[in-house]
């Protein structure tokens, strides 16, 4: 099963982006859904999490209170709202399950670059 991300672009610090990430499959059966970012040379960093049979989350200190993570199970999609956004939230962002599938499970991610 992959993932398709959707929703990056380029934005002035400030700006907000909202991310969309299709699963091609039912994110149910996923009990914990992520958002991870990733910039050249670095590892994937986990950013926001969603508990789906509930919806509680959990953020990286760096995007709390900037960053929200929703879902919407009909359309087994989970989105990443992003306000206020600063040059280092620049990266391209994946959606997974938390622990991640396999190597083979990524999509191709989005790039979110955030400069004036």
């Known amino acids: 099963v992959q993932y398709v991300e959707s929703g990056g672009g380029l934005v002035h610090p400030g700006g907000s982006l909202r991310l969309s990430c299709a699963r091609g499959g039912s994110i149910a059966n996923k009990f914990v859904m992520a958002w991870y970012r990733q910039t050249p040379g670095n590892q994937r960093e986990l950013v926001a999490t969603i508990v789906t049979s509930h919806g509680n989350t959990n953020y990286a200190d760096s995007v709390k209170g900037r960053f929200t993570i929703s879902k919407d199970d009909a359309k087994n999609t989970v989105y990443l709202q992003m306000n206020n956004l600063k040059p280092e939230d620049t990266a391209t962002y994946y959606c997974?399950?938390?622990?991640?599938?396999?190597?083979?499970?990524w999509g191709q991610g989005t790039q979110v670059t955030v400069s004036s």
């Open positions: 997974n399950s938390q622990p991640p599938g396999s190597s083979l499970s």
